[in-house]
C-alpha cells in the first residue's frame, strides 16, 4: 500500500518512464535467456510458432463457423459480414499503402491489387465453409469446438513453458478461461463496429479524426488489449495486469511492424514471382501467421521478465 502511494505521488511521467525500462530490461532479459539457453533448448519459441501456424489453419475456419453462427440472427446480419472483413483483415497481413508511399509510384497499385484479390479469395471459402458447417448437424458442430479448444490448449502449453510452470490447468479450468476469451473477442470486435457505426450516423468526428480513431488507433488498442487478455488469462500463473498490459501493447506495436514488412516482401517476393502461380496465397498466409505467433510468444516471454523486474521496484 505504501509503495503504490509512492508511486502515485511520483506522478504519470515517471509511470511511464519505469514502464519503458521495465519493457527494455525484459526485452533484454528475452535475448539474453536465448543466448544463454543450452543448445537443446533453442529454438522452442520458432517450434511453438511453427506448430500453432499450422494448428491456426486448421482451427480459424471452424472458429470462424462457430461465431458465425452464434450471430445467425437477421438483425446481426450486417454486423456478420462487418465482422468477416475484420477477420479477413487479421489473417491476411498485405494492406494498400497511400500515395506517399516509401514504395515505387506504381507498387500502391499493384498492392491494391493483389489485396483486392487476396481478400476476395479468402473471404468467399469462409462464407462457403460457414454456409456448409450449417448442415453439419450437432456433432460437427461438437467437432469445431474440439479443434479450437486444441488450439487454445497448444497455446496455453506454450505460454506456461516460455514462464517456466510446470503443471497445466485441470482440462475443466482450461475449457472455461478459452470459452470466456474465444466468445469474448466476438463480442467486443462487435461492439467496436456499433460503436463506429454510431459515431458515423451523427457524425460526432470529423472524417479524418473518424478515419485515424476506427481504422488506425481503435485496432492498435484492439489488438493490445487481446494481447495482454491472453497473456493475463492463459498462464497457469499469477499475471500482474500492468506486465500484461504492456507487453500487449508492446506487441501490438510490433505486429504492426511485422505487417509493414510482410507488405514489402509480398511486394518483392510473391507479387513478382512465378513460382507459387495459383497457390501464392498459401505461403503468404502461413507465413503470415508464423510471424504474428512468434512476435506473440516473444512478448509473453516479456511480459514474465517485465513481471519480475516490477517486483524488484
Given amino acids: 500500500m505504501e509503495r503504490f502511494r509512492q508511486r502515485k505521488k511520483e506522478g504519470w511521467f515517471d509511470d511511464l518512464i519505469e514502464d519503458l525500462r521495465s519493457l527494455i530490461w525484459g526485452t533484454g532479459q528475452v535475448f539474453l535467456k536465448s543466448k544463454r539457453s543450452p543448445s537443446h533448448q533453442k529454438g522452442h519459441k520458432r517450434l511453438f510458432a511453427s506448430s500453432l501456424a499450422f494448428k491456426t489453419i486448421m482451427a480459424l475456419v471452424p472458429a470462424l463457423a462457430i461465431v458465425m453462427a452464434v450471430l445467425a440472427n437477421d438483425a446481426l446480419s450486417q454486423k456478420r459480414e462487418q465482422l468477416l472483413d475484420q477477420v479477413v483483415d487479421a489473417i491476411y497481413p498485405v494492406q494498400t499503402q497511400g500515395s506517399n508511399s516509401i514504395f515505387d509510384p506504381t507498387e500502391p497499385n499493384n498492392l491494391k491489387q493483389l489485396n483486392k484479390v487476396g481478400k476476395q479469395e479468402i473471404r468467399i471459402s469462409m462464407k462457403k465453409f460457414a454456409t456448409y458447417s450449417s448442415k453439419a448437424g450437432l456433432f460437427g458442430f461438437l467437432g469445431f469446438l474440439v479443434v479450437v479448444f486444441l488450439l487454445m490448449r497448444d497455446i496455453e502449453n506454450s505460454f506456461n513453458f516460455l514462464w517456466g510452470v510446470q503443471n497445466p490447468r485441470p482440462v475443466l479450468a482450461q475449457m472455461v478461461r478459452h470459452t470466456i476469451f474465444f466468445v469474448g473477442l466476438p463480442v467486443i470486435a462487435i461492439f467496436l463496429l456499433v460503436l463506429k457505426g454510431w459515431f458515423s450516423q451523427w457524425d460526432l468526428l470529423r472524417p479524418m479524426v473518424h ?103
Fill in 211 to 313: 478515419s485515424w480513431v476506427f481504422v488506425t488507433f481503435l485496432p492498435f488498442l484492439a489488438v493490445g488489449a487481446a494481447c495482454a487478455w491472453m497473456y493475463l488469462l492463459i498462464p497457469n500463473a499469477k499475471v500482474e495486469r500492468h506486465s500484461a498490459v504492456l507487453s500487449g501493447l508492446f506487441v501490438s506495436l510490433l505486429l504492426e511492424v511485422a505487417r509493414w514488412l510482410m507488405n514489402w516482401y509480398s511486394l518483392k517476393i510473391f507479387e513478382r514471382s512465378h513460382v507459387y502461380g495459383a497457390l501464392w496465397l498459401l505461403p503468404l498466409i502461413l507465413l503470415w501467421f508464423y510471424v504474428s505467433w512468434t512476435v506473440i510468444l516473444f512478448g509473453a516471454e516479456v511480459s514474465f521478465f517485465v513481471q519480475k523486474h516490477r517486483e524488484k521496484v
